[in-house]
């Protein structure tokens, strides 16, 4: 009986788990300005645009590696200016409970959008196929703020690393119910 | 407690832990979800709770002893009689 109920102890926990998961709220998107902004894939066979309107809980793949197109301007209104204004910006990804600035940029400039090509190149033990991870850009652009914020994950399937941090998982829970057995 | 504290809080927090980045590494939840850091404290609880409750293995308390008649020692003296008038 007691076996029984610190079984029913773990599936509860992991109930929890499962309900919170479900209870995720959906949102989205350019949470601040009026820009918009895009990057391109052209190597993915679908969904090669990840927009900057893109509903925070619609996840986008990317592969990972890629020469990614891009394009960004500060909206309806903003023009060009006869001196240059200076901006700062970056990319953050969303940690529990904290952020990650994994980019950052700043200058001065006359004009009001931008484009062009990014190469990026990630290690090969890089996790793919992971729940989604909250990418939020930032740009300011002599005071008018404008932040949008997007999900990506890597595509791909769930590697050695998964199966590795499940089989570990398995033995740290074996050995919490090990801690249920009484000292001789 | 009846069971293992210490190997509760160590593989209960480590459990919870490793839960929480299982989780993400499999797309369950996101990078961001405060399950990867709830989870942890959850195992930590549940490591303890295990350690307290113990319910695995036979039972260390020994029954009361069995009541026995009290025996008679042979060389137990026994006062003499006094000097009779």
New interface residues.
């Given amino acids: 009986m007691?076996?029984r109920?610190?079984t029913v102890?773990?599936l509860g926990?992991l109930t929890?788990?499962?309900v919170?998961?479900l209870a995720?709220p959906a949102a989205a998107e350019i949470t601040r300005g009026a820009c918009s902004g895009s990057a391109t894939f052209p190597d993915k066979a679908a969904d090669r645009v990840l927009d900057a309107a893109r509903p925070k809980k619609d996840v986008f793949e990317g592969p990972l590696s890629a020469t990614v197109g891009y394009s960004g301007d500060l909206g309806p209104g903003a023009e060009p200016s006869d001196e240059e204004i200076p901006f700062t910006g970056g990319v953050v990804?969303?940690?529990?409970?904290m952020s990650w600035q994994i980019v950052g940029w700043e200058g001065a400039t006359k004009e009001v959008s931008a484009g062009g090509e990014y190469t990026y190149d990630l290690p090969d033990f890089t996790?793919q196929?992971?729940?989604?991870?909250?990418v939020t850009a930032w740009h300011d652009h002599g005071g008018t703020l404008c932040e949008a914020v997007v999900?990506v994950?890597i595509s791909g399937s769930?590697g050695g690393?998964?199966v590795g941090?499940?089989a570990?998982?398995v033995l740290?829970?074996a050995?919490?119910?090990?801690?249920?057995?009484?000292?001789? | 407690m009846k069971g293992r504290p210490i190997l509760g809080v160590i593989s209960g927090f480590l459990f919870g832990f490793l839960l929480g980045v299982s989780l993400f590494l499999w797309g369950v939840i996101p990078l961001h979800s405060d399950f990867i850091w709830i989870l942890p404290l959850l195992g930590l609880v549940l490591g303890l709770v295990m350690a307290w409750w113990a319910p695995f293995g036979k039972s260390s308390e020994q029954p009361p002893p069995v009541a026995s008649p009290p025996v008679e020692s042979m060389d137990t003296k026994r006062p003499e009689p006094g000097p009779t008038d």
């Fill in positions: 007691q076996r109920v610190a102890l773990l926990m929890v788990v499962l919170g998961v995720i990804i969303r940690l529990p409970r996790p196929g992971t729940g989604g991870m909250q999900t994950s769930p690393v998964a941090a499940a570990v998982t740290a829970g050995g919490t119910l090990a801690a249920g057995r009484r000292k001789p």
